[in-house]
């Protein structure tokens, strides 16, 4: 029986599957697609479901969930399946004595949706250490590995793999240094945390440890009882832009290849939208997370459609004071801003 999507995203939303199938190998992952497509079969590919929005409806094709494994560490190279938990990975590579994704600590998902999003935190970037990528690519039928340089990394999590349904990532490796120390701390307010200077390092064990703190205390390491993590985290991207409007001009940038890059948290808080918004919106089962602005958060029974009106009333009003359109950084399936909320379907109501 297929599940529901609602029980394969960390939103928690999502109505079923019209077929479902796991891919516990990678040749397995490669064939289930491939018969698909041989099909004409819509697919959907969900990692660990955390950035990702599906509709209410669900999606009317194969539903395949990536669950496939294995680790290797040879030297100072770290070789992951795209099905092995991230956080995983990343204690892997510390206890073997490789230093380098401490500051990628406690961000959910898996291996291989980190060169999607180019995944970044505290300083770090998944393009900083990537050294392969092996992929599938669904128009030639061809098993791929690619170097760094044809992912399309450079402007903010951006890469040729993010909306685009052409390549499939199998396998990620990464060149790391042997130490047990971290490279140096950039990051302000994990130095500060730290009690370190900007620039120094300190044990990376210790980074790990202090990152995951500050991740939990903004709500973003996952727990089933704490509904700020019942999100995608950042649902909104930081805007970049070719000339900020005037009545931005307070707001923090930051450069990019592309233009000039702004926060979108201080957007949406400096537009009236405070952490927990959203209590008195609508039914009060979507708000901001209570611990920052950047969230958008199920607080229990919400549907899709209510997300995505709710998403789009914090991007009008964001608009409307700064003149600066905010978009999703999250990837949107059957689903789109501007909707108007339909009735509850019964089996989303006790999800």
């Known amino acids: 029986m297929s599940p529901l999507l609602s029980e394969l995203t960390t939103m928690r939303l999502g109505g079923p599957a019209a077929a479902y199938a796991v891919a516990t190998t990678t040749d397995e992952l490669v064939a289930l697609v491939r018969d698909a497509d041989h099909r004409s079969q819509p697919v959907l590919l969900i990692g660990g479901g955390s950035n990702l929005v599906v509709g209410d409806a669900g999606f009317d094709g194969l539903v395949v969930r990536i669950a496939t494994d294995g680790i290797t560490i040879d030297n100072d190279t770290l070789t992951l399946a795209a099905g092995v938990h991230w956080d995983t990975a990343v204690a892997a590579s510390l206890d073997a ?21 180019n995944v970044g935190a505290y300083g770090a970037l ?34 040729v793999f993010k909306h685009s349904q052409r390549y499939i990532v199998l396998e990620v490796s990464f060149r790391l240094t042997r130490d047990r120390a971290s490279r140096p701390i950039t990051y302000d307010r994990l130095a500060t945390m730290m009690d370190l200077p900007p620039g120094a390092s300190a044990p990376a064990e210790a980074v790990r440890a202090a990152v995951l703190q500050l991740r939990a205390e903004r709500g973003m390491v996952l727990d089933p009882a704490d509904h700020d ?5 950042s649902f909104f991207i930081n805007p970049v832009l070719r000339e900020v409007p005037g009545q931005a001009a307070a707001c923090p940038q930051y450069p990019d290849p592309e233009g000039t890059k702004l926060s979108a948290a201080w957007l949406i808080q400096n537009a009236g939208f405070a952490p927990g918004y959203g209590q008195d919106w609508g039914r009060g089962t979507v708000t901001l997370s209570t611990k920052h602005t950047l969230a958008v958060t199920n607080r229990g029974g919400a549907t899709t459609a209510e997300v995505m009106s709710f998403a789009a009333h914090i991007r009008d009003g964001v608009q409307q004071v700064f003149g600066v359109s905010l978009g999703p950084e999250c990837d949107l399936v059957n689903c789109r801003f501007d909707e108007t909320p339909d009735p509850i379907p019964d ?3 006790h999800r």
């Open 97 to 117: 004595g490789l230093s380098g994704l401490e500051p990628l600590s406690g961000i959910p998902g898996l291996a291989g949706g980190t060169p999607i999003q």
């Open 229 to 233: 993590t019942w999100s995608v985290g």
């Open 347 to 349: 089996t989303l109501t």
């Open 126 to 159: 998944t393009s900083d250490y990537l050294q392969t990528v092996t992929v599938y690519d669904r128009d030639c039928g061809r098993v791929e590995t690619w170097g760094p340089e044809q992912c399309g990394f450079g402007s903010h999590r951006q890469s």
